[in-house]
């Protein structure tokens, strides 16, 4: 660019192109020096044979062959160099390519990201946080509570339970003396002191038991004869 157009600005400076259309220029330049080797090889191979046809016939025509597959292979060897150094360009943008894009990708999730935490206080987050497990160990204590049995009737004395489970066998008892009639009663044990042998926690006299059981035994025979 001119001092001129430097200065007022005429000319505007030519963008350059892109990684991608970078790469693709190199790949073109890669198959085309690969197709000219490919035909420098050829070239070699029938200077080769046109120095062995007129080996013995016509030497000029060998020597000549042979300078021209000399120049055929220092230009296979300097394409082989720039195939070479054409490989690294292009490895080197097509990591450069690959890490613009990782980059992008980077920047466009950390902006989400930010974005996604720009209404957020971190202070709210704990006293949220806190809330929440206060709130799980109140319902931790509430099933706890609904699972316990609840003691109803815990009024009831064993005593009184004791008392009427021995009313209870002293029924029991009754009822089998009566079906086993006079002569089974008398092979009966003696009955422990029954709940109603007691009256308001008092023991009944010796005289009105023996009285009682004398009756329960004519009860008996009667009912037996």
Request: aromatic content about 0%.
């Given at each position: 660019m001119s001092f001129l157009g430097r200065v007022f600005g005429n000319k505007k400076e030519e963008k350059g192109p892109t990684t991608a259309e970078a790469i693709m220029n190199l790949r073109d330049t890669e198959n085309m020096l690969i197709k000219k080797q490919e035909f420098l090889e050829k070239k070699i191979e029938q200077e080769v044979a046109t120095a062995r046809a007129n080996g013995t016939k016509n030497k000029r025509a060998a020597i000549q062959a042979l300078k021209r597959k000399k120049r055929y292979e220092k230009q296979l060897q300097q394409i082989d160099g720039t195939l070479a150094t054409i490989e690294m360009q292009r490895e080197a943008l097509e990591g450069a390519n690959t890490n613009t894009s990782v980059l992008q990708a980077m920047k466009a999730a950390a902006d989400s990201l930010k974005k996604a935490h720009q209404n957020m206080?971190?202070?709210?987050?704990?006293?949220?946080?806190?809330?929440?497990?206060?709130?799980?160990?109140?319902?931790?204590?509430?099933?706890?509570?609904?699972?316990?049995?609840?003691a109803f009737g815990s009024e009831i004395d064993d005593e009184d339970l004791e008392k009427e489970l021995e009313e209870l066998e002293q029924e029991k008892l009754d009822e089998e003396l009566l079906k086993a009639g006079p002569s089974a009663a008398a092979d009966l044990p003696v009955p422990v002191e029954a709940a109603a042998d007691k009256v308001k926690g008092k023991k009944i006299p010796t005289k009105v038991r023996k009285e009682e059981d004398d009756q329960d035994m004519k009860d008996l025979e009667m009912w037996a004869s």
């Open positions: 206080d971190i202070d709210k987050v704990h006293d949220m946080m806190d809330e929440i497990g206060e709130q799980q160990d109140v319902a931790r204590e509430i099933s706890e509570a609904i699972s316990n049995p609840v």
